[in-house]
């Protein structure tokens, strides 16, 4: 049905597909309306590499930023640290063919699976969500991408997978950034197991509806839409699962600034700045207030009962 192969989708054999695509999609999804317009109105600015998606009823409806200004205001250090270094690095990036995923750990099925499997039978749904990044700059974004569970169910967790931790690919030498220390690489984040299976937790495989340009984390990456940014681990060739909470990148890069949650929190202050407001890009001024969770609190809130969110940041 779906059948990403990163290299060569052409629009030819998406469009002979789509009749049937289309019925299958509507049968999975309950009947959601098909596609949302809005992630299609960048049309003209996207690279034509498309996906066949449905609606999530997730979606925001705030207006959604364009693709122009999500695919040129990126982080992803692995390409310089510089917001307009990824557009400018990570094009010429060749990833493997074919891409796969180890998994590994506290689960039945270890093994390498190729993201072309991993894809087959999946419904990608259009999932526009806000965006806000630990920095205080906030996008919204029309992700194409399915819940992180689907690919967590079929590993077949043990009883003492109480995490879940993924690792970017190391490729020193196509990724500049990588021969400087700004972070350890290769990049690693980690999701409490009920974090990862929240049904709004997706890996993303595209955006507009569109294949995911390199500089966006092509082929696979994370999106958990209540945390900061950087949970967002880009280009995944790592799974495991395991018992005790792991380290991310950004917690060892600096503690006291990036904790394993990274809920997004207005009351939880950066060492270095406040968290109260963000910048909705492309505007020039603080002008919003953050929201708690970014405004997802009534999906996930309960998630974190009991817990001390300034401890536990
Ligand atoms: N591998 C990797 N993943 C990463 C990063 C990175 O530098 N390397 N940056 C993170 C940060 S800080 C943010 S805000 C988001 C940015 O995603 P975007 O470029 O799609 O907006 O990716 C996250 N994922
Ligand atoms: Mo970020």
Redesign the pocket.
Known sequence: MVDIKSSDITDKQIYLNRRSFIAAAAAAAGGALIADSRVHAQDAAGHGRRLMTVHSPFSTTESVNTWEH?TT??????FGTGKDD?ARNAPAWKPPQPWTIAIDGECAKKGTLALEDVLKGQVLEDRIYR?R???GWS?V?PWVGFPLANLIQRCEPTAKAKFIEFT??LDTKQMR?QRSDV?EW??V?ALRMDEAMHPMTTLAVG?YGEVLPN???APV??VVPWK????????IVKVRFVEKQPMS??QINYPKAYGFYANVNPRVNHPNWSQAMEVRLPSLFKRMRTQVFNGYGDQVASLYQGMDLTRNY
């Open positions: 999500s205001y990126n982080n992803f250090y692995e990824p965006h990044c630990v920095e996008m974004i970017s690919i950034g972070l290769p990049y984040e955006i500089q966006n984390g990456r994370l900061y940014g950087f949970k967002g681990i880009k280009s990148s950004w």
